[in-house]
């Protein structure tokens, strides 16, 4: 592990590949899970917030499911996280060309709305937890992510490199320089696997 800061980083992030492969995997983070994506107290009021600008880029089951629970609910590890339709995919999810995407992006990509998507999405298959005195940033390896593990292997992309964007998001620019900085350096002592 890599500590920088009050932040601990799982050397997978730094040694597995990883870059979403959507054309294969068809999606299959929007639709498969035990829950809905995971919320900050901040996105469960953005999420009310722009619940009308959102409502418009769902589909029927995605709009009875939000207007049933709500636009956040609360999992069975007394999380907050986006609501299903019954216990399958994601209610904001939206069906592209047989692809499973995200209808919060799709109206922010359109300039309906100013947040992108939940940080959690937007960084999956990175998982960040915080805890009292420290947050933990994982990567969760899942077998629904198989053809991504291929295609950051054939690309050379590490996941924090693929993922640069969403943990810019999430870390602050200078953290993830940091990280950059010091998965170079344990790459070039040996701690890392090339």
Do not use: Q
């Amino acid at each position: 592990m890599l500590r920088i800061e009050d932040t601990i980083f799982s050397f997978d992030i730094l040694e597995k590949k990883f870059y979403c492969d959507l054309p294969v995997c068809l999606g299959s983070c929007c639709r498969y899970g035990d829950s809905g994506a995971p919320l900050n107290n901040d996105e469960v009021k953005i999420l009310n917030d722009i619940w009308p600008e959102v409502k418009p880029y769902l589909g029927s089951e995605g709009i009875a499911a939000v207007e049933e629970k709500g636009t956040s609910v609360t999992d069975f590890e007394n999380d907050n996280v986006t609501p299903l339709i019954g216990n399958a995919e994601c209610a904001y999810s939206i069906i592209c060309n047989n692809i499973y995407m995200c209808g919060i992006e799709k109206a922010w990509s359109e300039g309906k709305i100013s947040f992108r998507k939940p940080v959690s999405c937007h960084l999956f298959p990175i998982r960040i937890k915080n805890y009292t005195e420290f947050k933990a940033v994982n990567y969760v390896e899942l077998s629904i992510c198989k053809s991504g593990r291929r295609n950051g292997s054939e690309k050379g992309k590490y996941v924090y490199e693929f993922l640069k964007e969403p943990l810019i998001r999430a870390i602050g620019k200078n953290m993830y320089s940091d990280l950059c900085g010091a998965a170079k350096e344990l790459r070039k002592n040996g701690t890392l696997k090339k």
